[in-house]
């Protein structure tokens, strides 16, 4: 079995700061994707990696960055904290992008005060 | 626009009973669809998958789903619920045709009492 590892657990943050969150997977899977959930929303998609050195943009991509570092890691960047902002950031992966399971961390919550 | 709708938000049972979780989804061409738990504080979790053959399909711990194409539903069920149970429960669906990431519905909470 693998395992996805999510760093940090908890970031607090001021208004306006630049926030890396990382991702690392031991899968060895093709593809990972970064969500954001917010009470009463589900999971929206932010970035994902179809393979090493791809990056898509999901539906909720403005105000964020990624990069695909390697095929073990994923890393997601919030550009500019908005005041009060609060949200669990999932990381997930999987052996391809369509048809397969997915894979996920515990999740980084943000708390920007 | 593809969509995936949980017209539930929330549903409560208590321990021994049957649930269905709903999921309707709005998408062009053929479809995969998927179904994950989300245990608080926790990732989710796979249960189980559609994407052809036979429209009813066994997941873990005896959840099952039925795929109908006339009513674009993908409805859960579990015939008895345990404490365990409690959770939040995701509909998903993605292109069969691939390149795209899933997307995932707004979730429907379990709440099972004793």
């Known amino acids: 079995g693998g395992i996805i590892t999510q760093t940090p657990k908890f970031l607090i943050g001021q208004e306006g700061q630049k926030l890396t969150l990382k991702c690392q997977q031991n899968?060895?899977?093709?593809?990972m994707y970064w969500y954001r959930q917010d009470s009463g929303k589900g999971l929206r998609l932010i970035y994902y990696?179809?393979?090493?050195?791809?990056?898509q943009k999901g539906d909720l991509s403005e105000g964020y960055d990624a990069s695909r570092e390697k095929k073990s890691s994923f890393s997601l960047t919030v550009t500019s904290a908005q005041k009060n902002e609060m949200a669990v950031f999932l990381c997930?992966?999987?052996?391809?992008?369509?048809?397969?399971?997915?894979?996920f961390g515990a999740g980084t919550r943000l708390s920007v005060l | 626009t593809q969509t995936v709708s949980q017209s539930d938000a929330h549903v409560t049972v208590f321990e021994g009973d049957s649930v269905e979780l709903r999921c309707n989804y709005s998408?062009?061409?053929?479809?995969?669809l998927s179904w994950y738990i989300q245990h608080h504080g926790r990732g989710l979790q796979f249960l189980l998958k559609?994407?052809?053959?036979?429209?009813v399909v066994q997941g873990v711990n005896g959840f099952e789903a039925e795929f109908s194409k006339s009513d674009s539903s993908f409805h859960l069920r579990k015939a008895s619920v345990h404490w365990s149970d409690s959770a939040v429960y995701f509909c998903?669906?993605?292109?069969?045709?691939?390149?795209?990431?899933?997307?995932f519905g707004t979730g429907t909470t379990v709440s099972v009492s004793p």
């Open positions: 997930a992966s999987s052996r391809q992008i369509s048809q397969n399971t997915l894979y």
């Open positions: 899968f060895n899977h093709d593809t």
């Open positions: 990696s179809i393979t090493e050195n791809d990056l």
């Open positions: 998408y062009g061409g053929s479809i995969y």
């Open positions: 559609y994407y052809s053959g036979n429209p």
């Open positions: 998903a669906a993605s292109s069969y045709q691939g390149g795209r990431a899933l997307i």
